[in-house]
Every structure is written in C-alpha cells, then in structure tokens.
C-alpha cells in the first residue's frame, strides 16, 4: 500500500520540498490523498525533520478562499501554515528566480513549477513530494509523484 511506501520513503530523507498539492490534500482533508498526506505531515512532526516551500504554495492555496470571500478559510490557512513546526517558507529570492529561469529554460516549466523546483534546489532539500509529474523532468531534484503511490 502506499501509505506504507511513503513512510518508509520520508523516513529516509531529514529535508523534504512540498508542492502546493500536499497541502491542498491536507488543508481540504482530500479523501483520495489525505492517508498520504498525513503520513507527510506526521513525519515533519518528528524532531529531526524539516521540510520547505516556496511562499508561492501559500499564494496558490489562498487564491480559491479569496475568490469566494471566505474569512474563515483563509484564517484557517494561515493559522496551520504558518505555526506548523519545522516547516520553513522560502520567499523567491534573486538566485531562486535565476534557478526557477535555468529550470523552466531547460525542462519547458510553467514559471510557477520552476519556481517551487529552484526553489526545492536552492534549499538543498533530497526530494520535492507532489502531485504533479511535470518534476519528474527535472534532474537536479528528486521527485515523488503521490499519484505513483496509489
């Protein structure tokens, strides 16, 4: 099963990147996805553990509460992303912009694909965990694509 899969394959690694997607299936409790999500969630929870993002993840969750003028879901983004232990946002910097350039220049990225990619790289994190099989192209970074799990 893939919740097993995944927890012995975050048990070898100390810094993790997250795409967008692992929190969406965690914030929204995604049935499908939310197993594996958690077993994420519960591995940053281990003292020893860290993982990164790029602030765009928080754009990117935030945009669909805006949109429906819902006060409450934003607050309560903010309240898990920004007190959840052992998870550091990384703001896009100058050489993250650079990196996201080389990345989206070399694997055809969407610019925000190769912003959180540069951004996984820059942080010298061992694996970017998404949903989005578009990283597997990127060679700088291991990839885990949950749907491969499943």
Do not use: C
Request: aromatic residues 10%; glycine residues 4%; proline residues 5%.
């Amino acid at each position: 099963m893939g919740v097993e899969r995944l927890r012995s394959f975050v048990g070898s690694h100390r810094l993790i990147a997250l795409d967008t997607s692992v929190f969406t299936y965690q914030i929204d409790a995604n049935l499908r996805y939310l197993p594996l999500s958690d077993v994420v969630f519960a591995w940053l929870l281990q003292r020893g553990n860290a993982a990164v993002s790029s602030t765009l993840s928080l754009t990117e969750l935030l945009v669909p509460a805006y949109q429906q003028g819902n006060e409450p879901r934003i607050q309560s983004y903010y309240g898990f992303l920004a007190t959840f232990p052992n998870l550091t946002w990384v703001p896009p910097t100058l050489e993250i912009a650079d990196g996201a350039a080389r990345v989206r220049a070399s694997y055809r990225l969407k610019t925000p694909d190769a912003i959180q990619a540069a951004t996984a790289i820059y942080s010298k994190a061992s694996v970017l965990i998404s949903n989005d099989p578009v990283f597997k192209r990127v060679k700088e970074i291991d990839s885990l694509v949950l749907d491969d799990l499943l």
